[in-house]
């Protein structure tokens, strides 16, 4: 379902993606890790069209992203870490608005839209200006939105951000469901426990560069221990802060 070849980005002489190589098939989570700057956004939004390539291309549901842009965003929808949202319309605009962006409208968006509402306890805000809604609930109203057109493929990052536990359970089972029913999710996530519980399988980011990806046996196994996520991941990515750490505080 999302299929990317030799992606790369740079910035001036600053290189924040390098060559990747990455397929996420139909019906699997993908977790993508990383520590902050190691280009796991920068990815996302390239994935999304927001960012243009300097290299690569990246297909969605068989898209070409480049010769194909439409095809590929309406088969995509993308929940950002932070959610902006239009203040003046109220939640089931919003989500009106939305779907109409992806040629979807008419009484089954509305239906549509009343049942995501309701799945996130949003449905008695309705009609209320977004600019009367907390950060948790905007933070729902965008997750909603990327459902409501019925895409193939969710691209997120950081879901969990500014949710309680009910809507984050829901959430998490809603992913569940999603790819249950052959559809694919990547999650982005600084939260290690939620990815090595949630995805099928996790792919790391440092530097740029993809250093690991597998199933949580396969990570162990090319670690050679039966560590917790946590520890592989530090491993890759945070022994030189370790060390950073160490000389700072014996100085």
């Given at each position: 379902?999302?299929?990317?070849?030799?992606?790369s980005?740079?910035?001036?002489?600053?290189?924040?993606?390098?060559?990747l190589?990455?397929?996420?098939?139909?019906?699997?989570?993908?977790?993508?890790?990383?520590?902050?700057?190691?280009?796991?956004?920068t990815?996302?939004?390239?994935?999304?069209?927001?960012?243009?390539?300097?290299?690569g291309?990246?297909?969605?549901?068989?898209?070409?992203?480049?010769?194909?842009?439409?095809?590929?965003?309406?088969?995509?929808?993308?929940?950002?870490?932070?959610?902006?949202?239009?203040?003046?319309?109220t939640?089931?605009?919003?989500?009106?608005?939305?779907?109409?962006?992806?040629?979807?409208?008419?009484?089954?968006?509305?239906?549509?839209?009343?049942?995501?509402?309701?799945?996130?306890?949003?449905?008695?805000?309705?009609?209320?200006?977004?600019?009367?809604?907390?950060?948790?609930?905007?933070?729902?109203?965008?997750?909603?939105?990327?459902?409501?057109?019925?895409?193939?493929?969710?691209?997120?990052?950081?879901?969990?951000?500014?949710?309680?536990?009910?809507?984050?359970?829901?959430?998490?089972?809603?992913f569940?469901?999603?790819?249950?029913?052959?559809?694919?999710?990547?999650?982005?996530?600084?939260?290690?426990?939620?990815?090595?519980?949630?995805c099928?399988?996790?792919?790391?980011?440092?530097?740029?560069?993809?250093?690991?990806?597998?199933?949580?046996?396969?990570?162990?196994?090319a670690?050679?221990?039966?560590?917790?996520?946590?520890?592989?991941?530090?491993?890759?990515?945070?022994?030189?802060?370790?060390?950073?750490?160490?000389?700072?505080?014996?100085?």
């Open positions: 379902m999302i299929q990317i070849t030799a992606l980005k740079r910035y001036g002489t600053f290189t924040a993606v390098r060559s190589d990455l397929h996420v098939p139909s019906g699997e989570l993908f977790g993508f890790l990383g520590p902050n700057g190691a280009g796991k956004t990815t996302m939004r390239m994935i999304a069209g927001i960012l243009q390539p300097t290299a291309t990246v297909r969605i549901a068989g898209h070409d992203l480049r010769t194909d842009p439409l095809g590929a965003k309406k088969a995509l929808g993308f929940i950002p870490d932070r959610p902006f949202i239009y203040e003046k319309l939640g089931m605009e919003f989500l009106r608005f939305s779907a109409g962006l992806y040629g979807e409208q008419g009484a089954h968006v509305d239906r549509r839209g009343h049942e995501l509402l309701a799945l996130f306890d949003l449905e008695a805000w309705r009609d209320e200006l977004v600019e009367s809604y907390s950060h948790g609930m905007r933070q729902k109203l965008i997750i909603a939105s990327a459902f409501v057109h019925r895409p193939a493929v969710i691209v997120v990052d950081e879901p969990m951000v500014g949710l309680d536990p009910k809507s984050a359970k829901i959430l998490k089972d809603l569940r469901e999603y790819t249950r029913r052959g559809h694919t999710v990547m999650m982005s996530t600084h939260t290690l426990e939620i990815a090595e519980d949630m099928d399988r996790i792919g790391i980011m440092q530097r740029g560069e993809l250093v690991a990806c597998g199933t949580m046996p396969e990570l162990r196994g670690s050679g221990t039966d560590d917790a996520l946590e520890d592989i991941f530090l491993r890759l990515t945070g022994n030189q802060v370790a060390r950073e750490l160490v000389a700072v505080l014996d100085a």
